[in-house]
């Protein structure tokens, strides 16, 4: 079960990030892959070639 079916609210920074994004990004996530940003450890590879140009490597 994922945690946004157990009910867990989203991690706040996770929204806050996904509310700065342009709008046209926005409008080019499908409703799973909004989910999988906040929700999911692994995200699809579709979620992250959209959102290529925004991630930063948790590593630098």
């Known amino acids: 079960m ?3 079916k157990a009910g867990n609210k ?4 996770r929204l806050e990030a996904l ?4 709008g046209e990004v926005l409008d080019r996530l499908t409703k799973d892959e ?3 940003s906040l929700y999911s ?4 590879d579709s979620l992250k070639e ?6 930063v490597d948790a590593g630098e």
């Open 41 to 44: 450890e692994d995200w699809p």
């Open 50 to 55: 959209k959102l290529g140009d925004y991630l």
């Open 2 to 4: 994922t945690e946004e």
């Open 10 to 13: 989203p991690d706040p920074e």
């Open 34 to 36: 909004v989910k999988a």
């Open 19 to 22: 509310r700065s994004l342009p």
